[in-house]
T-cell receptor, first 112, second 116 residues
Framework: DQQVKQNSPSLSVQEGRISILNCDYT??????FLWYKKYPAEGPTFLIS?????DKNEDGRFTVFLNKSAKHLSLHIVPSQPGDSAVYFC???????????FGKGTRLSVIA | GAVVSQHPSRVICKSGTSVKIECRSL??????MFWYRQFPKQSLMLMAT?????????EQGVEKDKFLINHASLTLSTLTVTSAHPEDSSFYIC????????????FGPGTRLTVT
């Protein structure tokens, strides 16, 4: 049973436009959510996170929105740049020193 | 941000041999490190949780006698793939959790293992 789902395997966006990556989860115990960016043959790089007590967190071009009632979060990148092209993983965690649960990732392509 | 290194970055070995992969947190201490495996076009699959000074906790389906994990210090964990077979060929990634931070995990660059 997949607890963290990224239903779009890929997304293509024009440079300068907004990229919206979506993530759904099923475990209501999750209280911390993270987004990672990954290039081929490299480890994931932490991008941004959000605690369940918030509904929005912003860091530069990246904003994460959390809708707890819908068990849904999204990552907005604006404006999108060609260097943003990568695979983005959504991850979730329960309070405490528990492993992260990852989605399958969404491949973002930003076209110049 | 915090830095995690892995060594080697790539390794090719023959069937039946063992390979050791090191994971180090360079600028922070980590009581817990995690080992993942990634198959092509798949998500990260958690293999085991490595706790400093105690035995690792393995996920269901992961053979603990095949994938030996040692977490000798707060900055070093090792994964040894014993008696490697071609099906063990994969991309192995470690991560470490900063003791002082909340729940971010910082990932190493990964190790590409090819068993011939």
């Amino acid at each position: 049973d997949q607890q963290v789902k990224q239903n779009s395997p890929s997304l293509s966006v024009q440079e300068g436009r907004i990229s919206i990556l979506n993530c759904d989860y099923t475990n209501s115990m999750f209280d911390y959510f993270l987004w990672y960016k990954k290039y081929p043959a490299e480890g994931p790089t932490f991008l941004i996170s959000i605690s369940s007590i918030k509904d929005k967190n912003e860091d530069g071009r990246f904003t994460v929105f959390l809708n707890k009632s819908a068990k849904h979060l999204s990552l907005h990148i604006v404006p999108s740049q060609p260097g943003d092209s990568a695979v983005y993983f959504c991850a979730a965690s329960v309070t405490g020193n528990t492993p992260l649960v990852f989605g399958k990732g969404t491949r973002l392509s930003v076209i110049a | 941000g915090a830095v995690v290194s892995q060594h080697p970055s790539r390794v090719i070995c023959k069937s039946g041999t063992s390979v050791k992969i090191e994971c180090r947190s360079l600028d922070f201490q980590a009581t817990t490190m995690f080992w993942y495996r990634q198959f092509p076009k798949q998500s990260l699959m958690l293999m085991a949780t490595s706790n400093e000074g105690s035995k690792a906790t393995y996920e269901q389906g992961v053979e603990k006698d095949k994938f030996l994990i040692n977490h000798a210090s707060l900055t070093l964990s090792t994964l040894t793939v014993t008696s490697a077979h071609p099906e063990d060929s994969s991309f192995y990634i470690c991560s470490a959790r900063d003791l002082t931070g909340p729940y971010e995990q910082y990932f190493g660059p990964g190790t590409r293992l090819t068993v011939t």
